[in-house]
């Protein structure tokens, strides 16, 4: 499985970003499928993950400022950011768990926020 991502940038405090990541190749059913995300000297957390039915997990630290999303037919997902906060800065790495139990990454996309 290729996850290609996109949409990382600078974003000021209170500003926004959508990341998104589209994945192909996939000779297996793609079940979930999610964001991560890695600061400096800190160890990869989850942001938020989104199963093919629609549930939902958020990090307690994006809870009511993030919205994942994610377009089935195109086996895409998105992160809407909002709300920024310098904390957020980090590298965001798209994940997606294909129906032969095997987990894929995307190459990471840098998201910077400015205070």
């Known amino acids: 499985v290729q996850l290609q991502a996109s949409g990382g940038g600078l974003a000021q405090a209170g500003g926004s970003l959508r990341l998104s990541c589209a994945a192909s190749?996939?000779?297996?059913?793609?079940?979930?499928m999610g964001w991560y995300r890695q600061a400096p000297g800190k160890q990869r957390e989850l942001v938020a993950s989104?199963?093919?039915?629609?549930?939902?997990n958020y990090a307690d630290s994006v809870k009511g400022r993030f919205t994942v999303s994610r377009d089935n037919a195109k086996n895409t997902v998105y992160l809407q950011m909002n709300s920024l906060k310098p904390e957020d800065t980090a590298v965001y790495y798209c994940?997606?768990?294909?129906?032969?139990?095997?987990?894929?990454w995307g190459q990471g996309t840098l998201v910077t926020v400015s205070s």
């Open positions: 994940n997606a768990r294909t129906s032969d139990g095997r987990t894929h």
């Open positions: 989104r199963t093919y039915y629609g549930t939902t």
């Open positions: 190749g996939s000779s297996f059913s793609i079940s979930g």
